[in-house]
């Protein structure tokens, strides 16, 4: 179905694919400690299954003298750290995002669990206004234990931080400590923290701020339930107060990551645009008007009962219902909390759709006469096929352009099709399987663009193809959905979103093979890359500084030299410049004496390159030439000939290259860079002329999902 509640949303530093959140839900499944159990990494990595939603742990301790719940988790001590990291690592492996909340209880603590934790824990809170069934009434915070509160949290936030999370959200809500201060049920102070309104808001806004300051603004959220009347709060009119607020934050923080509001009412207008998150027992009808008006919706009953909620609010699928007896069963047991069963994909088989129609970028015989060619790609709606034996299907959430995309429009690639869909580079998610117990279900993954080349270390085993505008393969990537062989998919690396997996395999793999198989680069070794604004050069340029080598590259352009020099370069050259070799030469002979010459040279433009850098590429050195854009022959003189020198040749690369490739992209965490990310199939022209005109720094990539009539003017947005 078509919603904005299904659609992707950038918050913060994560890309969502969706807008549906698990709200933070207190489940008491740590130990004494305050230690998570072990099943709580199961618990989230359920609920991450989904890839690129948002989760928001339960309310977590800043302190232990911030605490008073038995059973809660902490986020002070070591321990506390390495089994929060062991969660987040499982919710990044599924590609999601999580959100830890940061809490301090105040008059909300069990003030017999403080006294048993450590006798000189004191019961504090805004005021000494007894809460309804305690034994006694809380002390009133000193000033300087404000701002000692104000340190813990700044601290808590750093350790959530180094714990993995994506960001922090601010527990001002369910009468906890910041919403005792801010509401005036439970605000007496004649101070500086009480009475009117921007006073009693003032620890809120200190917290904020030195949150901010602590990890970044795009990190920091918030949450606030101005109507809740849980732990005696509930205010006459709150409207003043939270409007306040959030008034305030808008202009002191705009860049906060989100705001989360709790039956919101009017006051959604004044965090507008900004990301917001909306709660209150929401149904799927609900949901779904609440996101038509651009906000993001926070399930927490319904998530416990239902781990893959995402998918059956898009399906319409049917519900389970949640036991609110197993809601708060301490210790670390599974009923009630990872026990629950995942929704079979899409439909039974007799209810399957024999075909589905998918939009895809097709290429198509230009109408106009032009010299030289220059076909026409035309966005069109394809039948997809039923799934045949081994094949699964994928929905496509990103793809990234090659210039092979336009050499296909130019006519200069063997074996064109028309009609075909162009597109190397894709990713997604698998949405369906012939098998329909297949493990790569919900899945993210990416497509492997080489086909006829298994592991060779000298060349394809059978023919090769590449995916994209030609008979064989007949299959490209620049589509909504895409029937693919199950081998033909590989899983998207943990760190990496679906942006940044599609800008890998064809540029990954060539420059892997250039780099490491025929070059054989190694630490230590001195490396030339020329043209460093394509994808290929970027890729391998980040491949072999993780592996230890000193490179340096070339470009018309000296913006683009700069942008390399920041990511590692140790030196550059603007080929313009008739003596930008002898310039690289100098360079090198003056950065590293010992080793005044190149090793290895990785070239996409043929032409004169090894004159022009022969004497400056040590006797046995290799020059391995992935591309010839600047022209379609090479000169190899007698004078290499006497220095040993070799010219590689290099196409691409084998299914065992990606796989080493990629297994090396995750263990050093390597993110490809993106030029350009354009919204939506519909501006796939843009990324044509982008490539025409060579002005990318990196891979210009296509959110699929993202074209949109009410995103704003711009045709893209810029990495750089």
Known sequence: MTSQLFEPLKVGTAALQHRIVLAPLTRLKATPEHVPYPVVSEYYAQRACRPGTLLITESTLISERAGGLPYSPGIWSSAQIAAWKVVTEAVHAKGSFIFMQLSALGRAADSGELTRQDPSFPYVSASDIQLTGCAKPPRPLTVPEIKEYVALYAQAAKNAISAGFDGVEIQNANGYLLDQFLQDVSNKRKDAYGGNVPNRARFTLEVVTAIVAAIGAERTAIRLSPWNTCNDMGMPDPLSTFSYLISILAVRHPGLAYLHLVEPSTLCALWAPRPLIRAGGFSRAGALAAAEGGSLVAFGRLFISNPDLPTRLEQDAPLAAYDPKTFYLPAGGSTGYTDQGLLPLLLPDHKRVAQILSKSVILQKSLMARTPPYDDAVLREITIPRLKHGEVLVKMAAVAFNHRDVWVRKRMYPGIALGSTFGSDGAGTVVDAANRNDPLLNQRVFLTPMRGWESHPDGPETELGCLGGCSFPSLGTFSEYVTVDREEVMLTPGHLSHVQIAAW????????????????????????????????????????????????????????????????????????????????????????????????????????????????????????????????????????????????????????????????????????????????????????????????????????????????????????
């Not at 054989?520 to 001195?526: A, F, P, Q, Y």
């Not at 050069?537 to 072999?544: E, F």
């Not at 030439?625 to 000169?635: D, H, K, P, Q, R």
């Open 505 to 720: 395999p064809t540029g990954g793999v060539t420059a892997w093979r250039a780099a490491f198989v025929l070059a054989k680069i190694e630490s230590g070794h001195n490396v030339l890359i020329t043209g460093i604004g394509g994808g290929v050069a970027n890729i391998a340029m980040q491949l072999c500084i993780a592996r230890g080598a000193s490179v340096y590259i070339t470009s018309g352009s000296a913006a683009k030299i700069e942008k390399a020099l920041a990511q590692g370069a140790q030196g550059g050259a603007n080929y313009n410049d008739d003596k930008w070799a002898s310039q690289l030469g100098q360079l090198l002979r003056r950065q590293n004496p010992h080793r005044p010459e190149f090793d290895a040279v990785l070239d996409s433009g043929g032409g004169e390159i090894m004159r022009e850098l022969s004497l400056y590429l040590k006797h046995g050195g290799r020059v391995v030439c992935y591309g010839m854009t600047a022209s379609s022959n090479i000169v190899f003189t007698m004078r290499e000939v006497l220095r040993n020198q070799q010219l590689l040749g290099s196409t691409g690369g084998s299914r065992q290259d990606l796989k080493d490739a990629t297994a090396f992209l995750e263990k050093h965490r390597i993110v490809p860079v993106i030029s350009h990310v354009l919204p939506g199939l519909e501006t796939a022209e843009d990324g044509f002329e982008m490539m025409r005109k060579g002005e990318q720094f990196g891979k210009i990539v296509i959110e699929v999902g993202a074209g949109n009539p009410k995103w704003c003017g711009m045709k893209c947005h810029s990495l750089w």
